[in-house]
């Protein structure tokens, strides 16, 4: 079946491989109003508009910063500030050369029938927010669903479910001229070992896929962000399992020290 073509055929092909430029990547500072909260609680600062402002300028205003970078994920709060001196942060960006991009899910809730499973939210009035989104400067979207392994995890209806969610995302924002990130992830936790993650991954991909296809979704203008496949957190191969011991900490929103890991890794 042939894929969706419409007016923003071209720009979504040329965007989508612009956010992939080599040595360039993505900044996320699309933390919601309660994540951004618990940040500045941390520095004894309060989660206010202009507080939540200042920290985004300092983002994307630090010397040299934007250089490496392609894309910038938005929270919508984000997209329509502005400096201290009253330029907008999306002109800051487009003249970096860095693309505004924004993320339109609304969370996720349980799948009923399921043990804990979930679905995404967001998919209501997606057209009409990625029109206004569109309008106010974004070129891309991310949408994040979440899948779990387990004893008899994921589902058959948590891997359609989320694929065709993912799916219809997709072509909702490629019908309003955003490049759609496709982000199926599957989470670390667990005891389950590498060829189990590599057996789930590759069958959410491959329905995701299909899902995809089945939608008439271009291909070519869109993004995946896939998990990495690694031994479950609670597996005594987890990577990180040596780190956690040696830091004392648990894993959750902690970002592990440089000279046990050898690289800096934050749990979100």
Not at 21 to 43: C, H, M, Q, V, Y
Not at 182 to 190: C, K, M, Q, R, T
Not at 196 to 212: G, S
Request: aromatic fraction near 8%; charged fraction near 20%.
């Amino acid at each position: 079946m042939s894929h969706f073509k419409g007016k923003y055929h071209d720009e979504l092909i040329a965007n989508a491989a612009y956010i992939g430029t080599p040595g360039k990547g993505i900044l996320a500072a699309d933390e919601s109003t309660g994540t951004i909260g618990k940040r500045l609680a941390s520095i004894s600062v309060e989660n206010i508009e202009s507080n939540r402002r200042a920290l985004r300028e300092l983002l994307f205003t630090a010397p040299g910063v934007l250089q490496y970078l392609s894309g910038v994920i938005l929270f919508e709060e984000t997209l329509y500030q502005s400096t201290a001196a009253g330029k907008p942060f999306v002109n800051v960006l487009k003249e970096a050369g860095v693309l505004p991009g924004i993320k339109v899910d609304k969370g996720t809730v349980e799948l009923a029938g399921t043990n804990g499973e979930t679905t995404t939210q967001g998919l209501d009035g997606l057209g009409q927010r990625c029109a206004k989104y569109y309008e106010a400067g974004a070129r891309f979207a991310k949408w994040r669903a979440v899948l779990k392994i387990g004893p008899n995890e994921p589902s058959e209806l948590s891997i359609h479910e989320n694929a065709y969610g993912l799916a219809r995302y997709a072509v909702i924002c490629q019908e309003n001229g955003l490049v759609p990130i496709v982000e199926p992830e599957i989470l670390v936790d667990g005891p389950h070992d590498i060829h189990k993650c590599a057996a789930v991954t590759e069958r959410v991909l491959a329905a995701c896929y299909k899902a995809l296809n089945d939608h008439h979704v271009l291909l070519e203008g869109t993004l995946l962000k896939p998990n990495m496949v690694t031994p479950g957190s609670q597996s005594a191969k987890f990577p990180l399992s040596g780190c956690r011991a040696h830091c004392q900490s648990p894993s959750e929103n902690r970002a592990c020290c440089s000279s046990c890991c050898r690289f800096l890794v934050w749990w979100q």
